[in-house]
């Protein structure tokens, strides 16, 4: 995968991240890695220091000021007797001249990726008082050939691991709120079944093999649950299901029209999701518990898509204006507001950061498909693409529990 980033935030803070000190067997530069991680948020200006400073050494403060860096973070890399390695790293505030704080991290070869993302999620959350992103997992499908693959990476598009192959369609991955386990729809029996993945194990079960379609799986809160679109009783509509496969499905809307595609608020309270039955398709609400249905979005005759922000403060959704299809987000907290987030005419499936910050979406551009990352306020995207085959239906991890 190949990241590039455009944009920066309305204001950068100035920050200097050091070489750590340490043995130098290390495969992974620990310190560039949080470099770039703090770069391609857009919200800091990264103060070039082509020094060493470890996590106990001194600070010169004076030079560092001269240089304009508000900040700067030192650490160590050690390698242990069993192979792993402890970082150790430290923050510290260079106008007031005080530690902020540091952290250590034993981690494997194998993690010292994810350790260095950890750190930039501290340095993020110190400095700018929200939490960071950069130890997060990005879930996608890609296409290749023939080949369908499940796809998990880090936030950047490093570190791809294939968690299934298929030779027919696979759609709709969306997260468990611990993060540990992941529902799609495979076509793999020749129609669409809802299956629920276990990441670590690679175990997976059919949840949702009724008669017709099952689709469009999404999670509750709790992780007890999962929502899908069924057409066992005839038109899609909006069922509850148990996430391991037992029980009955519950029936949360009967309408004349197709229902799909829903999605739970951040506290479990509500449902969003797509529906023609006024004629052409529009996002509506409704009680987890059933009940009648309200309308959310009015500015297009066609919307759809529709994702919630972590926060529960923003509504992420697909729109068609004049012929094509952005992504919009709608302010749900203050006065309502629908903006344009997208600019290319071709997106598809919004998905939310966990800090409810960021919207990750699928689009096409010069014939190939891309993942962009958009900053909520449109400041700052990172346009994520692969070297061959497609990529498309982006779902962000929650944070790690």
Known sequence: MRLDVSGVGAAQYPVAVANFAG?????????????????????????????????????????LRELGADAVLGGSIARLADGRYDIRDRLTDTVRQLQLGGEAVIASEADLRYAAHRIADFVYEKLTGEKGIFSTRIAYISKQGSRYRLNIA??????????????????SPSWSADGKRIAYVSFESGKPVVYVHDIASGQRRAVANFRGSNSAPAWSPDGKKLAVALTRDGLSQVYLISTDGTGTPRRLLTSSGIDTEPFF???????YFSSDRGGSPQVYRISANGGDATRVTFGSNYNSSPRISPDGRTLAFVTR?????????????????????????????????????????????????????????????????????????????????
């Open 321 to 401: 204006r004049d012929g094509r299809y952005y992504v919009a987000v709608k302010d749900l907290a203050g006065n309502g507001k629908e903006e344009l987030l997208s600019q290319g005419g071709n997106e598809e499936a919004p998905s939310f950061a966990p800090n409810s910050r960021w919207v990750m979406y699928a689009t096409k551009m010069g014939g190939r498909d891309l993942l962009i990352a958009a900053s909520i306020d449109g400041r700052v995207k990172q346009r994520l693409s692969a070297a061959s085959g497609d990529i498309r239906e982006p779902t962000w991890s929650p944070y790690a529990r």
């Open 154 to 171: 880090d936030w950047d598009g490093e570190n791809v691991q294939a968690s299934l192959t298929s030779s027919e369609p696979i759609i």
């Open 265 to 271: 608020s951040a506290d479990g309270q509500h449902l």
């Open 23 to 63: 043995d130098g067997r290390a495969g992974t530069d620990i310190a560039a890695v949080v470099r770039t991680d703090l770069a391609r948020s857009g919200s800091f200006r990264i103060v070039d220091l082509p020094v060493t400073m470890s996590d106990t050494g001194s600070v010169d403060y004076a030079r």
